[in-house]
């Protein structure tokens, strides 16, 4: 874990509503990502200032327990144009903990950093909390995925 400072940034995707009660998240995500790549949705995001993949969680309706929205996506230099069916949002900077999540993405590595997160007694904020799935997430059998949690 290490502290750092991440500056504002804009990013359009597909979102789903979901929570983490009942698993509905572990069902929920799975279904994104692959509306996500059946739909090439890459492809269609404008202004991408990369190919990197975030995975955006926020509009929580309280801590991690409790609904929020997941959207998946590119970071853009704008929002200015939002393609119809997909959500652009802007996220404020500010101090985020960055953990990394390394191993095999099938066997469940970034939900079990993600466990060890939930499990840390943390100042979290519960504003903008993200995944980037950059080059070295390529090989899903040996990846590493930064996870930031805002405080």
């Known amino acids: ?6 500056k504002p940034f804009y990013i359009i995707g597909i979102t789903v509503r979901t929570s983490n009660m ?9 279904l994104l990502w692959q509306r996500f790549i059946n739909e090439n949705t890459i492809e269609q995001i ?10 955006m969680y926020t509009e929580y309706e309280g801590d991690h327990t409790l609904p929020y929205t997941t959207l998946l996506g590119c970071k ?3 929002l200015a144009q939002i393609p119809r069916g997909m959500t652009g949002l802007a996220v404020e900077g500010g101090t985020y903990l ?7 993405l099938t066997k469940g590595v970034v939900i079990q950093k993600w466990v060890e997160i939930w ?4 100042a979290r904020r519960f504003t903008h909390d993200y995944e980037v799935y950059g080059d070295k997430a390529s090989n899903a059998s040996d990846a590493e995925v930064d996870i930031f949690i805002a405080v």
């Open 98 to 104: 960055k953990f990394t999540a390394k191993g095999d």
């Open 119 to 122: 499990n840390q007694d943390l």
């Open 76 to 78: 853009v230099s704008s």
């Open 46 to 55: 404008p202004s991408k200032l990369s190919n990197e993949i975030i995975s």
């Open 1 to 6: 874990m290490k502290t750092i400072e991440v």
């Open 22 to 30: 009942n698993n509905q998240a572990a069902n929920d995500i799975p």
